[in-house]
């Protein structure tokens, strides 16, 4: 007897209880954007697709990228043209770049330190290391303790390019995993600064910055990060290798519409565009 091998493919199906999954939709990179990017992965209205969400700093993620073991790579600066040129010489073609949110760069110190404001010159000095004591602010007298981010960070590369005009962070700046260890650590370090995104301050102070002295101090909220006030923002990316298809589509599609970026706006960040 012939035996239908669609019907026998079928069967041993039912009978191993065997089904077709959809690959997850991995997304990689930025641990500032960690918190935001899997709030949009919980509330993504389409249950049908799954997903992995992972930090590591925006370096990861865009070398991720670059290797092909990522969907979406997710970035808190832009990709440089040396990774563009990797991306051409690989795939022979440029990335896609998808501006996602606003971010405002937030500088904190321990709640106990009387220092209310700071300019882009002081924070240069600072951690840079021409600055070393808080009573050259006008503060306590006593050694500043540096937090920073590690040097794969999107938010460390930026706050190099912005802030310390691409010199060099003092060699004393203690260099944290990710945005949430750098606030543990100024909320329980009198002497501490350090910086990340504005959606992380929580259980510490964050001073309004100025250009300089003679210009007024701004704090990183909505409005004068949207307005560019504020001098320390930046926009938060997306990028992949080809043209959204897909789940891929359908995922970014939905975080650029309203509702999307409704989302934003409750983690603490701003939106990309107005609607």
């Given at each position: 007897?012939?035996?239908?091998?669609?019907?026998?493919?079928?069967?041993?199906?039912?009978?191993?209880?065997?089904?077709?999954?959809?690959?997850?939709?991995?997304?990689?990179?930025?641990?500032?954007?960690?918190i935001l990017v899997?709030?949009?992965?919980?509330?993504?209205?389409?249950?049908?697709?799954?997903?992995?969400?992972?930090?590591?700093?925006?370096?990861?993620?865009?070398?991720?990228?670059?290797?092909?073991?990522?969907?979406i790579c997710s970035?808190?600066?832009?990709?440089?043209?040396?990774?563009?040129?990797?991306?051409?010489?690989?795939?022979?073609?440029?990335?896609?770049?998808?501006?996602?949110?606003?971010?405002?760069?937030?500088?904190?110190?321990?709640?106990?330190?009387?220092?209310?404001?700071?300019?882009?010159?002081?924070?240069?000095?600072?951690?840079?290391?021409?600055?070393?004591?808080?009573?050259?602010?006008?503060?306590?007298?006593?050694?500043?303790?540096?937090?920073?981010?590690?040097?794969?960070?999107?938010?460390?590369?930026?706050?190099?390019?912005?802030?310390?005009?691409?010199?060099?962070?003092?060699?004393?700046?203690?260099?944290?995993?990710?945005?949430?260890?750098?606030?543990?650590?100024?909320?329980?370090?009198?002497?501490?600064?350090?910086?990340?995104?504005?959606?992380?301050?929580?259980?510490?102070?964050?001073?309004?910055?100025?250009?300089?002295?003679?210009?007024?101090?701004?704090?990183?909220?909505?409005?004068?990060?949207?307005?560019?006030?504020?001098?320390?923002?930046?926009?938060?990316?997306?990028?992949?290798?080809?043209?959204?298809?897909?789940?891929?589509?359908?995922?970014?599609?939905?975080?650029?519409?309203?509702?999307?970026?409704?989302?934003?706006?409750?983690?603490?960040?701003?939106?990309?565009?107005?609607?």
């Open positions: 007897m012939k035996i239908n091998p669609i019907v026998l493919l079928s069967s041993l199906f039912l009978l191993t209880g065997a089904t077709f999954i959809q690959p997850a939709l991995t997304i990689k990179g930025s641990d500032t954007m960690v899997q709030r949009w992965t919980e509330l993504f209205p389409s249950k049908h697709i799954s997903f992995q969400v992972t930090g590591g700093g925006s370096g990861t993620g865009i070398a991720a990228l670059i290797n092909g073991t990522t969907d970035s808190s600066r832009p990709m440089k043209p040396a990774e563009i040129q990797q991306m051409k010489e690989k795939y022979n073609r440029v990335p896609i770049e998808v501006r996602v949110a606003r971010d405002g760069i937030s500088i904190y110190v321990n709640k106990d330190n009387p220092i209310s404001k700071i300019t882009m010159k002081q924070l240069k000095d600072i951690f840079t290391g021409k600055i070393r004591n808080w009573n050259q602010l006008g503060g306590t007298d006593h050694s500043i303790i540096l937090y920073s981010r590690e040097n794969n960070s999107g938010t460390y590369e930026f706050f190099k390019d912005h802030v310390l005009s691409k010199k060099d962070f003092d060699p004393k700046a203690q260099h944290m995993p990710g945005t949430s260890a750098v606030v543990g650590a100024v909320a329980l370090d009198r002497w501490g600064i350090g910086y990340g995104g504005a959606a992380y301050t929580i259980g510490v102070n964050e001073l309004p910055v100025a250009i300089d002295e003679n210009s007024p101090y701004y704090s990183p909220n909505e409005e004068n990060i949207v307005s560019g006030k504020y001098p320390i923002s930046r926009f938060l990316f997306f990028y992949i290798k080809d043209k959204p298809e897909g789940s891929s589509k359908e995922f970014i599609d939905w975080v650029i519409s309203k509702g999307g970026q409704n989302i934003v706006k409750d983690v603490g960040y701003f939106p990309s565009m107005k609607f």
